[in-house]
């Protein structure tokens, strides 16, 4: 009767493993990344699971919160490994969208790359690379292996999203030589990056360098944020 019973759990399972294979487990890919989803499950989730061969190439990416309807899962879409591997020697820096807060699963070759997470409402940082998120949630010690971004651009109106971040970054006696796609608010038409929230002096990002950074004698780090508010005009 054990035997039976053996013989009939195998059985099962092993018919269970024949349909875990079967699994329409589709791959896609834009410009820069690949992801995977099953299409058994309509959950609206797609998972990142890497870099295109021209994504190998770049040195800047951003990661975006969606992909044709679906939410980015910074996840491998496998029950061997859950890792994103962004296996680049050339990338210095990522960007992850503020619709991305879970970004644990993402691991770099090179750990010097600068990772900004532009979300303020963070659940979990990778555990390599350079780690940089908006000076609020820096302070609320989500991480001991993150840093304050030095540059922050806002929304500039009351009730903006993610807490009136638009995008962060970090430099360190420089050019600002990455600037953003400018922020789209309805009704409004946007009109430059300012350097106060009554928008009077207009930053210039030909000229315009970020402060050098600055330690004290223990060699702690003397933090100063450099903040860029979104002008505002009404659309006709």
């Known amino acids: 009767m054990k035997k039976i019973l053996v013989s009939v759990f195998l059985l ?12 329409p487990i589709k791959t896609y ?14 959950d609206g989730l797609i998972y990142l699971t890497g870099l295109t061969e021209k994504g190998k190439e770049q040195e800047v ?9 679906n939410k980015v899962i910074l996840k491998a879409n496998s029950l061997i490994t859950t890792l994103v591997n962004f296996g680049s020697e050339k990338l210095k820096k990522v960007y992850i969208s503020d619709g991305v807060t879970n970004c ?11 990772i900004i997470i532009l ?8 555990n390599r690379g350079q780690i940089f998120v908006t000076s609020e949630a820096f302070e609320r010690e989500i991480s001991k292996f993150i840093m304050p971004a030095n540059v922050s651009y806002k929304w500039n109106y009351e009730g903006a999203p993610n807490f009136g971040y638009y995008w962060i970054d ?4 420089e ?10 608010r309805e009704g409004y038409k946007f009109a430059g990056w300012y350097k106060e929230t009554e928008c009077i002096n207009k930053w210039n990002f030909e000229n315009d360098i970020i402060s050098a950074k600055v330690y004290n004698s223990d060699n ?8 860029l508010y979104a002008k505002w005009e009404k659309s006709n």
């Open 12 to 23: 099962v399972f092993g018919l269970c493993l024949v349909g875990c294979t079967d699994e």
């Open 29 to 42: 890919e834009d410009e820069y990344f690949t992801y995977s989803k099953n299409e058994y499950l309509n």
């Open 61 to 69: 990416l951003f990661i975006p919160s969606e992909y044709e309807g």
């Open 104 to 114: 644990g699963n993402l691991t770099v070759v090179n750990g010097f790359i600068k």
């Open 119 to 126: 979300s303020n409402d963070v659940e979990s940082i990778p």
């Open 170 to 173: 970090d430099y360190d006696n």
């Open 175 to 184: 050019l600002i030589d990455y600037i953003p796609v400018d922020p789209v």
């Open 220 to 227: 702690e780090y003397q933090y100063k944020e450099t903040i």
